[in-house]
């Protein structure tokens, strides 16, 4: 049984997520503050969490922040009333999974909790900590990357773009699909943001590693 970590300092719309996932059979709790959604995240074994941004504390987006530093992987869904592009964006640099708006409806947030939840290490055995094609190594764990003897660090979008590229060495992955996988809903039509990202993991990967595959999008070399 999959356990959700809600934390809202709504009470009428954390009652509502609550009743109705538990009415779909998972094991919720609520953090109302900041500083309670920190220390539940990083100490109770949760499946996923659903994060507003406006907690009492301090803001969401440092909570988010906190816990991928501690190295908690599992899938965060921000749901908020913050609808502005930057918002978004900023969120999923943070390290979210998934960016739901205020007001919604329960049975999109449902989907798309169950989305999260069927790609989540936890759900798919034990998951390879260690990613390595070439001259490059991905530690999942500590989130840093080895190019040859140098580490480097690099920014949640792009640890997670890297990874799901070192996930399928020699696979072609289209524009679509590497925005489903990595930013996790749709840009405007025409959205640049892909390449812009691959351009820089070329820039600190190698400019070799990740080839461009005409009409389709990019690959991985193996």
């Excluded at 400019?207 to 005409?214: D, G, K, N, P």
């Amino acid at each position: 049984m999959n356990r959700i970590l809600i934390a809202e300092d709504e009470p009428r719309i954390a009652a509502f997520i609550e009743k109705g996932l538990r009415s779909h059979g998972f094991t919720t709790i609520v953090a109302a503050d900041a500083y309670s959604a920190t220390n539940m995240a990083l100490s109770s074994g949760f499946d996923l969490m659903i994060l507003d941004l406006g907690l009492p504390g301090k803001d969401g987006l440092d909570v988010l922040a906190e816990i991928r530093g501690q190295g908690e992987n599992f899938p965060v869904i921000i749901l908020t009333a913050r609808n502005d592009i930057q918002d978004k964006i900023a969120g999923f640099e943070a390290g979210a999974d998934d960016y739901l708006t205020k007001p919604f409806r329960f049975e999109e947030l449902l989907v798309r909790i169950k989305a999260r939840l069927r790609h989540s290490p936890s759900n798919q055995g034990v998951e390879e900590m260690v990613l390595k094609v070439g001259n490059v190594v991905l530690d999942l764990h500590s989130r840093k990357v080895k190019v040859g003897e140098n580490t480097i660090e690099l920014p949640a979008r792009e640890f997670t773009l890297a990874e799901t590229f070192f996930r399928h060495p020699g696979k072609a992955l289209s524009r679509e699909q590497l925005l489903d996988k990595v930013w996790g809903y749709d840009y405007e039509p025409g959205s640049n943001i892909v390449d812009v990202y691959v351009g820089y993991l070329r820039k600190k990967l190698g400019s070799e590693l990740i080839e461009t595959v005409r009409g389709i999008g990019y690959r991985l070399k193996n």
